[in-house]
Each structure stands twice: as structure tokens, then as C-alpha cells.
T-cell receptor
Framework: DAKTTQPPSMDCAEGRAANLPCNHS???????VYWYRQIHSQGPQYIIH???NNETNEMASLIITEDRKSSTLILPHATLRDTAVYYC?????????????FGSGTQLTVLP | DGGITQSPKYLFRKEGQNVTLSCEQN?????MYWYRQDPGQGLRLIYY???????QKGDIAEGYSVSREKKESFPLTVTSAQKNPTAFYLC??????????FGEGSWLTVV
């Protein structure tokens, strides 16, 4: 997989925007960036994904730099329920194999 | 609804026993994965399978075994060789378009 690097933890005040960065400097031209989050050791939940253009859905926005070497997940109005571990993932195909590895993610804590 | 089903949700193992965790998907995905998660840690890849009757070791395969006899099933066996098996185990599959689907996980505790 394209290696991803995320800060281990971040805090955000409730109601403010949470901006979570991810570096993926070895990403290839046809590889997507995916974001998931995991709450209390449940199965991770899909948030958003993108290739080149910025993306927005009902949960979040994804900003990808022009060189695609980094991205930022934005939760526009963080709530206490957004406290979770956030993973940035770049699935990579190598021949017939698609290994899928996760980093340690970012523990986001939303503070009241 | 399509998805991944893991069972059991909670499992207790005596030392020296093998246990098998089930993972079933009805998404028609070729690729399936098993991860282990320890408290406060990220997901570590145990085994993965790209197609029926084929699988590869991940980063922490020692003490585990898998099989892929059917496309929809990818069971994980935690053998007695795994010295510290107490953990949360997640099964996942990935669509051809690279969307990842996860099961709800299984908690394994050694007693």
C-alpha cells in the first residue's frame, strides 16, 4: 500500500471544524484516498474517498493537494459523537494482489 | 442488504485450544482480509485472500491459519501457537472499485 502518515492525536472544540491531515507521498496516479473512522472497537465506518478533486458528502469534506501527496479530512461542525480514530488509507494493487494495510490513525477527541 | 457477517461476537478460549472465527460476505467480493486490533492500537493485517483457494500472509500471520474454499467465506483459525491471542478481530472485503467493507468484529479472550 501507499504508506500513509497521520498525527497520532488531535483535539477539537465541539462545533468547530476538525481538520485531519494525512501524508501519502508515494501515491500513484490511479490510487484513491479513503477515510474511515472507528469508534470503540466497532467495525470501521466509511467516511469519504477521492482521487484528484475535492469531495464533499453529508459527513465530511476531503481536500486533496494538487500533487496528491497529502489530503485533509474536514468535519465542518464537530460533535462529541465524532470522537473516534480516523484512518487514511490508500489501497494499492500490485499485480493480482491488493494488500490493504492501515496505519495507526489519528485519535480525534472532540471537547465540550 | 449486502454485507459482512462475523461470528461469534464474543469468544473465550482456553489456553492450548484452537478456535475459529467466521467471516461470511454476500457482496460477491474476491478480496477478503483479517485484521487484529489490540486496545488503543491500529489494525494489523493477519492474512488476506484475493481469490478462492488462494491466500497470503500479512504482517502478523504467525499462530494463525485461514482457508478460502468458497468465495463468500474466509474463516480464521487462532491456533495454540498464538501466544497472546486476546484481541479484537476484524474481517473486511474490498470491492473492485476499492470500497472497503468491514464486519462488526469478534472479541477473543483467553481464559
Amino acid at each position: 500500500d501507499a504508506k500513509t502518515t497521520q498525527p497520532p492525536s488531535m483535539d477539537c472544540a465541539e462545533g468547530r471544524a476538525a481538520n485531519l491531515p494525512c501524508n501519502h507521498s508515494t501515491i500513484s496516479g490511479n490510487e484513491y484516498v479513503y477515510w474511515y473512522r472507528q469508534i470503540h472497537s466497532q467495525g470501521p465506518q466509511y467516511i469519504i474517498h477521492g482521487l484528484k478533486n475535492n469531495e464533499t458528502n453529508e459527513m465530511a469534506s476531503l481536500i486533496i493537494t494538487e500533487d496528491r501527496k497529502s489530503s485533509t479530512l474536514i468535519l465542518p461542525h464537530a460533535t462529541l459523537r465524532d470522537t473516534a480514530v480516523y484512518y487514511c488509507i490508500v489501497p494499492r494493487s500490485s499485480g493480482s494482489a491488493r494488500q490493504l494495510t492501515f496505519g495507526s490513525g489519528t485519535q480525534l477527541t472532540v471537547l465540550p | 442488504d449486502g454485507g459482512i457477517t462475523q461470528s461469534p461476537k464474543y469468544l473465550f478460549r482456553k489456553e492450548g485450544q484452537n478456535v475459529t472465527l467466521s467471516c461470511e460476505q454476500n457482496l460477491n467480493h474476491d478480496a477478503m482480509y483479517w485484521y487484529r486490533q489490540d486496545p488503543g492500537q491500529g489494525l494489523r493485517l493477519i492474512y488476506y485472500s484475493q481469490i478462492v483457494n488462494d491466500f497470503q500472509k500479512g504482517d502478523i500471520a504467525e499462530g494463525y491459519s485461514v482457508s478460502r474454499e468458497k468465495k463468500e467465506s474466509f474463516p480464521l483459525t487462532v491456533t495454540s501457537a498464538q501466544k497472546n491471542p486476546t484481541a479484537f478481530y476484524l474481517c473486511a472485503s474490498i470491492s473492485p472499485g476499492n470500497t472497503i467493507y468491514f464486519g462488526e468484529g469478534s472479541w477473543l479472550t483467553v481464559v
